[in-house]
């Protein structure tokens, strides 16, 4: 099939804030975590990155889903720009960031300062959660149509992608994504990410046969009803973290999950292999949330993680994709296991669509809570 990429426009797409009932879903969720918030905060103490002999009072507190995502932050962002300013950084880990940046500004006990987090967030609530800044010295034209707003430029772009365990499929294997819901022709356990659908419930869909033209406005209940036909099949992670140990531990064999993930599972010793039928893509962006005691400091140190230099950094030791334009991916010194696991490398064996950030922004909450609703239904 000839490659295509999906860059689906604002057209028929709700745009706007949350509901009300999604904001007290929110906030009744968020109430819940603050001490979780905190203890992490505290708990992260020993992560400091300290590279340099430069000094400075100066400590910004930077959110990351934790693991390896960290440490390849610390890696391409923190560390260099600990060398250049002396500023340093406490990583705190957390799979529900925005629950807690929700908390933390509504009790206005802001304890973190940069929140790392994918393009929805950033358009559902820039200005209510995280400060509105502006960074003028990068081209708003570098990066693509929609992806900036007034309170972020987005810093890469990603994906959630097929893969499944060569070892365990030997003789027939996988190759498009109806497979991933075939359990005849491959048994076998899949893990998924318990909090998050993204990507799963697009797949679900083209699996079932929409035209992935016409994923947008997704139709939930029917991408719903095509995972309960392999519901009994599914492991329901709570953490990326556990939904990679379930792969390398071979409790499952296949997965929908972030390509950086895949690489690491890949590095971890399982056999996995990539299926470019059909991929979803998005991009994150870097924020600073509403109230931060260190919003300048925090500005500065984001306008650093946004040059060239950085981005290409991250993209090597992460196997994300630079967002800006000027940057030619095709050079970036990707390892062999990222590059097997690039999808914007790989893009003619397959489809390509863009995660709608317009839709995901007005629609996440609803989504998310409908999508845990079914998983203990």
Known sequence: MAGRIMNRDRTGVFA??????NRAIMATTASATLLVALAA???S??????????ESDVVLTWQTTGGPATEKEKEAFQDPYTAESGVTFENVSSPTAVNQVTTMVETGNVIWDIVHIGSYVSEQYCGELFEEIEYPEVDDSLYPEGSVNACAKPISKFAYAFAYNASIYTDEVPTKIDDFFDIERFPGNRVVNGNNP?????????????????????????ALAK?????EHLIFAPTLTALQQNIV?????????LTGRLGSIYDSGADLAPVWDFTTWDFDALLIPKGSPNVDAAREAILFAMQPEQSIRYAEVGGTTPVRSDIDITTIDYSDTHRLFQPFLNADQGTLVLQNPQWWAENSATTNEAYVAWQVG
């Open 41 to 43: 905060c505290t708990a």
């Open 249 to 257: 531990d071979e409790q499952a064999a296949m997965t929908i999950t």
């Open 45 to 54: 103490s020993g992560e400091s990155s300290t590279v340099g002999d430069s």
């Open 198 to 222: 993204r990507g799963l419930i697009e797949a679900a869909l083209v699996a079932d046969g929409v035209d992935p033209d016409e994923l947008f406005p997704l139709d939930v209940e029917r």
């Open 227 to 231: 995972l309960d036909t392999i519901k």
């Open 16 to 21: 706007g804030r949350t509901t009300k009932v």
